[in-house]
């Protein structure tokens, strides 16, 4: 004869913390056969129900099943214990360019080294051009004959033969994400703002399609390549987890923030607003 006619609470409950997303548990629990149903429903463990003792997670999958003797209830909890800490960063690649529009190409725009565009069609680097002025290649070093300039003896010059474009920093990108709750607890902090009605995503939607500079408590900022450069908002991704019945919301925010060329986004064509306050 059977003797739980009541659920049993097994060994081996598990709770684990996640700082980036949400926290998770699971609760195994016996009783007679054919009783898992209607038990679990009394003592309330099912899909939206409380953890039993962290009231902060839901539970989120029950599982019925039986070791032959006794009906077994795998419980599945989830919950956001805390805000949480942001993840992001920069990435940032190169892109093709064309030679006339490197900086060492003409006077006005040299950096470093020396000029290589200067000069008739072929100069000194074998530099050539189009009927209308405009760069075409390289090709071999003039020889010095004929009206021609003798060929340049710097370093990487012979290289040069046959080079249209160069490779050059891309555009700069930022990307963000958080999970968040209502209740702004934790290392967000309640100076943010992020109310239930008042939320990350509804604080950053006035800013996007606008020139601002992204700044976080976490992620520690990086400068873009170009001189006097600056950042567009140009996506927000929100989603959101609803538990208990709809009684308890988390969002999941992603922004992503392109950064401009030399001399910032044309001011206009892009309007400009304060800096954002990241977590």
């Known amino acids: 004869m059977s003797c739980l006619s009541y659920l049993l609470e097994g060994p081996g409950a598990t ?122 290649a390289f090709g071999p070093l003039p020889d010095g004959q004929m009206g021609r300039p003798d060929p340049s003896t710097i370093e990487g010059a012979k290289q040069l033969e046959g080079i249209e474009n160069f490779l050059a920093p891309g555009q700069m990108v930022f990307k963000y994400g958080v999970l968040h709750g209502g209740r702004l607890k934790g290392v967000c902090g309640p100076k943010y703002g992020m109310e239930q009605g008042n939320r990350l995503a509804q604080r950053l939607l006035p800013s996007l399609g606008k020139v601002c500079t992204p700044r976080s408590d976490s992620i520690a900022y990086l400068e873009p390549p170009y001189e006097d450069a600056n950042w567009l908002f140009t996506s927000l991704n929100e989603d959101i987890k609803i538990q208990n019945g709809g009684n308890v919301k988390y969002y999941s925010v992603t922004a992503e923030w392109m950064a401009s060329g030399p001399k910032g986004w044309n001011p206009l064509i892009y309007q400009k607003t304060g800096d954002i306050q990241l977590l």
């Open 15 to 136: 709770l684990t913390m996640n700082p980036h997303g949400m926290s998770s548990a699971t609760i195994s629990y016996k009783c007679d056969r054919k009783k898992s149903c209607s038990l679990s429903s009394t003592r309330l463990i099912g899909p939206g129900h409380a953890h039993p003792r962290h009231k902060w997670m839901f539970c989120s999958n029950v599982a019925h099943t039986n070791d032959g003797a006794f009906d077994i209830i795998n419980a599945s909890y989830e919950g956001l214990y805390m805000d949480c800490y942001p993840s992001g960063g920069y990435a940032l690649g190169t892109v093709q360019q064309p030679m006339a529009t490197h900086p060492n190409y003409k006077e006005d725009g040299r950096e470093w080294g020396t000029i290589i565009g200067a000069g008739k069609s072929p100069n000194t680097f074998g530099r050539l051009l189009h009927e209308d002025g405009s760069f075409k």
